[in-house]
């Protein structure tokens, strides 16, 4: 697969979706190959969380379907962040490549309670007016209030309806790619790097 928006040409295309579980990857990833490919970077989480972590997949679906919808009207993006059944009504009829990060769950529960300790302790500002919270992420009583609880115990329904996805005939026009460890992540960046180069050097 390959085709070319402002001159480059993409061995995955220009219009690609990383998707996975919660601390996958999923943005660092999504940054990388827009970067790389020239095309925008889009981040659900960014477009989705208000003040006070109010969701508009919850408060205003409409809405968020439409910002959704605004970031992805050109032909080339990467967009980042699972929100499957709003992403697959609004662009993944138009997609090239779905990234699958299938990363271990113990990997996935360090690197949450790490990234979690560390964003507080900086109180590193996420999206919008929105600070990191440690200690709730580690209430699982609270259910969808932790991210700990969400991360368990969403890692089999992910899998399944991922490996669903990729044989349903409706996706049949994407290509999947399932990276299943940070090394595997790594050296695919580093091919599609290095295959664009090589484009941007004939």
């Not at 490919?37 to 679906?61: K, M, S, Y």
């Not at 790490?114 to 007016?129: A, C, F, H």
Request: proline share 4%; net charge positive; aromatic share 12%.
């Amino acid at each position: 697969m390959g085709n070319a928006v402002s001159g480059i040409t993409s061995p995955i295309g220009q219009r690609i979706h990383v998707i996975g579980n919660s601390c996958s990857g999923k943005s660092t990833l999504g940054s990388r190959l827009a970067q790389v490919l020239g095309v925008p970077f889009v981040e659900l989480d960014a477009l989705n969380w208000q003040p006070n972590w109010v969701g508009l997949n919850a408060t205003d679906p409409d809405r968020f379907q439409e910002l959704i919808k605004e970031a992805t009207k050109g032909d080339g993006w990467v967009v980042a962040g699972s929100y499957t059944s709003f992403s697959q009504k609004v662009f993944w009829s138009r997609l090239d490549t779905v990234i699958w990060l299938d990363l271990p769950l113990p990997l996935l529960v360090s690197r949450l309670l790490r990234r979690s300790w560390r964003r507080w302790r900086s109180k590193e500002l996420l999206w919008g007016t929105n600070y990191e919270r440690f200690w709730p992420q580690l209430m699982v009583w609270r259910k969808e209030e932790s991210l700990l609880w969400w991360i368990v115990t969403q890692h089999g329904r992910k899998r399944h309806s991922m490996l669903r996805y990729m044989v349903d005939p409706r996706w049949s026009h994407i290509r999947f790619f399932r990276l299943t460890l940070p090394s595997e992540v790594e050296a695919f960046s580093r091919a599609i790097e290095q295959e664009v180069m090589r484009g941007i050097a004939r």
